[in-house]
């Protein structure tokens, strides 16, 4: 039940925007998002709970649409730190083992 | 205060020799999480603990593969006669319990290479 993550990389110049999706074929009680820079540990950013709520985290926010059972970062104006590798974590209970996509990776130049 | 950390942080073995690694999470988290990272691939789950409760193993690939956590705090992982296939970096989390509020603190990992 590993979530479909797409696209798999992006490349972006500074300023500009991009979404990351993540998508699955069960029903999802949760969806977690972290960012893992290069040779470092992954760093969470915001869990979004079913319901089909939204989130914001500086210039960085989410959505999670319970029906599409698919949630989706927005990175906005990007910045040369929001490089890196995204990625969701889905669970289908709220005591669940939390499974990871297999990441998109971002690349942001000046 | 200190996050979770992880030794070593290299590791090379040679094929079929035992390693161990080790995970020290933040002081007071209860849940803790072993993954797998190998290049270009997601976090594969491989275990959990929570408390005193019987570890959920679910996730360990072989029998080769094993994990204990004493006194409800450190934990080491051990993969037996390893294989050219193990090579990656395993990651361990932590967290304050399981639940809706569950954020994951990982650790900067071990970059297992088996020659």
């Known amino acids: 039940q590993q979530p479909v993550q797409s696209p798999q990389a992006v490349i972006l110049r500074e300023g500009e925007d991009a979404v990351i999706n993540c998508s699955s074929s069960?029903?999802?009680?949760?969806v977690h998002w972290y960012r893992q820079k290069h040779g470092e540990a992954p760093v969470f950013l915001m869990i979004?709970?079913?319901?089909?709520e939204q989130k914001g985290h500086d210039k960085i926010s989410a959505s999670f649409n319970e029906k599409k059972q698919q949630s989706s970062l927005y990175l906005t104006a990007s910045q040369l730190s929001y490089s890196g590798t995204y990625f969701c974590?889905?669970?289908?209970?709220?005591?669940?083992?939390?499974?990871f996509g297999k990441g998109t990776m971002l690349l942001v130049s000046p | 205060g200190a996050g979770v950390s992880q030794s070593p942080s290299n590791k090379v073995t040679e094929k079929g020799k035992d390693v161990e690694l080790r995970c020290d999470p933040i002081?007071?988290?209860?849940?803790l999480y072993w993954y797998r990272q190998s290049l270009g691939q997601g976090l594969e789950f491989l275990i959990y603990?929570?408390?005193?409760?019987?570890?959920?193993k679910s996730g360990l690939p072989s029998d080769r593969f094993s994990a204990e956590r004493t006194g409800g705090s450190v934990s080491t992982l051990t993969i037996q006669r390893t294989q050219q296939e193990d090579s990656a970096v395993y990651l361990c989390?932590?967290?304050?319990?399981?639940?809706?509020?569950?954020?994951?603190?990982f650790g900067p990992g071990t970059r297992l290479l088996v020659l």
């Open positions: 989390a932590s967290s304050q319990a399981r639940g809706e509020q569950e954020t994951q603190y």
């Open positions: 069960k029903a999802l009680y949760s």
């Open positions: 979004l709970l079913k319901g089909g």
């Open positions: 974590g889905t669970e289908l209970s709220g005591y669940s083992t939390l499974t």
């Open positions: 002081s007071g988290h209860t849940a």
């Open positions: 603990f929570q408390g005193n409760s019987a570890p959920d």
